[in-house]
């Protein structure tokens, strides 16, 4: 267990050599239990895409989080706090890290770290995945993903769930106390689409369903494009 002063949340860690997904296995948990695995077999990312990953090699975990009455609006933000908390916990071995709406943590543009997360009655199940270790992608992801390896960082996938842990419960805490608003500043300083032209897409190959300069992440969560919020989908940068 990880365990926090000040009130903040306790985690409950339950490790799996093998799982077919840390999320589907979360759906069995309290709020309060992480799950950890070396090997998913059947990992996933936002709209289906598949998170594959080296057996032992990075970080695979996901958090159970009471969302008891809070409303729909609210729990749409918990990805960007996510990723917030995962951004501020690994900057110390990655450099400075950005924040890709809605689920995505950068570094120099590449994907370090991803988030998903899904309702599971009255919990949200927080899935995080951080490469920490691998060094060699798949020929179509390799131009797009880095780790923390290849950025010259050794250490341990213990102390990256360790600190991302840590920097999860202190900003649920504010999260849940003073809204999305009170951490949109953070959030925002991090935003690595502001000012460029994007595309927002609903399933990859798919038509964006709007496109155009990009005006950050709004205080309530949404994607400004073309001067109209989005509240779903996957931006893309368009060349």
């Known amino acids: 267990m990880v365990k926090n002063s000040n009130g903040l949340q306790d985690w409950n860690i339950r490790h799996f050599a093998e799982t077919a997904s840390t999320n589907l296995a979360a759906r069995e948990g309290r709020p309060g239990d992480v799950f950890t695995a070396d090997y998913q077999s059947a990992g996933r990312g936002r709209l289906d895409h598949k998170w594959l990953s080296p057996p032992g090699e990075n970080l695979m975990m996901s958090a159970v989080v009471d969302v008891a009455g809070m409303d729909a609006s609210a729990v749409s933000t918990l990805p960007l706090v996510a990723g917030l908390a995962v951004a501020e916990a690994i900057e110390p071995f990655a450099g400075a890290l950005s924040v890709k709406w809605p689920n995505d943590v950068l570094a120099g543009g590449r994907k370090l770290a991803g988030i998903l997360c899904e309702l599971?009655?009255?919990?949200?199940?927080?899935?995080?995945?951080?490469?920490?270790?691998q060094r060699e992608f798949a020929p179509e992801i390799a131009p797009r993903a880095i780790s923390l390896a290849l950025l010259g960082a050794d250490v341990a996938r213990d102390a990256v769930r360790d600190a991302v842990l840590a920097a999860l419960s202190r900003f649920l805490a504010v999260w849940r106390r003073d809204g999305f608003a009170a951490l949109w500043p953070r959030i925002a300083a991090r935003d690595c689409l502001k000012?460029?032209?994007?595309?927002?897409?609903?399933?990859d190959g798919a038509e964006p369903m709007v496109r155009g300069e990009c005006g950050g992440i709004a205080r309530d969560g949404s994607l400004v494009v073309a001067g109209e919020p989005v509240w779903a989908g996957e931006a893309h940068v368009e060349l």
């Not at 009255?122 to 995945?129: D, R």
């Not at 460029?196 to 897409?201: F, L, M, Q």
């Open 195 to 203: 000012g460029r032209v994007v595309g927002v897409r609903q399933q």
């Open 120 to 133: 599971n009655g009255e919990a949200a199940i927080v899935g995080i995945g951080v490469n920490v270790r």
